[in-house]
């Protein structure tokens, strides 16, 4: 018979790890064993990636492969490469990241395919406590971030957490994405405003 082990109760209350906190999306203290244990494997494999010969590396370093979520035919991430747990993002076919990319998954990233990122693009997940002493303490919430298909994200640009990004959309360079962006919209800026309707004078 199947039985929960002791460490996960508190009287009659369930316990949760900080992991599960993370991933099921409550807020979470990210100074933990569990979770550094995590985070130094992503950065094991990252460290590989980044460092070997490119004729070696080719698409993707073969420990950062097996780090990640899921990695589509035709994915090629360009040295320098950093990501959190990795094992959060999942990448479909022909999905193209340049150099210098940082993908903080604490949460789910999905980069649909045949998305391209520019150099030194930035994806957020982590939203840090506005309390001072629960900030310094590590807690913060982990929210989901996802871009459609056939997306492309100019050099620079910063996607916070909790934005999807529909299919086809464009994200001009340094544009700072704090909401959702349509299927097909461009938008720039910081925050990132759809071009039409900026031209437009109205609000988006």
């Known amino acids: 018979m199947f039985r929960i082990p002791k460490k996960y109760f508190s009287g009659n209350m369930m316990v949760q790890s900080e992991r599960q906190k993370m991933e099921s999306g409550q807020w979470y203290c990210c100074i933990d064993p569990e979770l550094e244990e995590l985070r130094m494997r992503s950065q094991d494999a990252v460290h590989q ?63 649909g395919a045949g998305s391209m990122l520019g150099p030194t693009v930035q994806i957020y997940c982590a939203e840090h406590s506005q309390d001072t002493a629960r900030r310094a303490a590590g807690y913060e919430i982990a929210k989901p971030v996802t871009i459609g298909e056939n997306v492309w994200i100019g050099g620079g640009a910063i996607i916070m957490p909790g934005v999807t990004i529909g299919n086809g959309a464009i994200v001009g360079s340094g544009s700072v994405v704090t909401r ?17 309707l900026r031209d437009t004078g109205r609000q988006a």
């Open 49 to 111: 990636h980044n460092h070997l010969p490119p004729r070696e590396r080719d698409m993707l370093g073969p420990k950062l492969r097996t780090v990640l979520g899921a990695v589509g035919e035709n994915v090629r991430i360009e040295a320098m490469f950093h990501c959190a747990y990795g094992k959060n993002i999942f990448l479909g076919d022909a999905v193209y990241l340049n150099v210098g990319c940082v993908v903080l998954d604490t949460a789910r990233v999905d980069i």
């Open 180 to 196: 959702d962006v349509a299927a097909g919209a461009t938008v720039v800026g910081n925050p990132a405003r759809d071009m039409k």
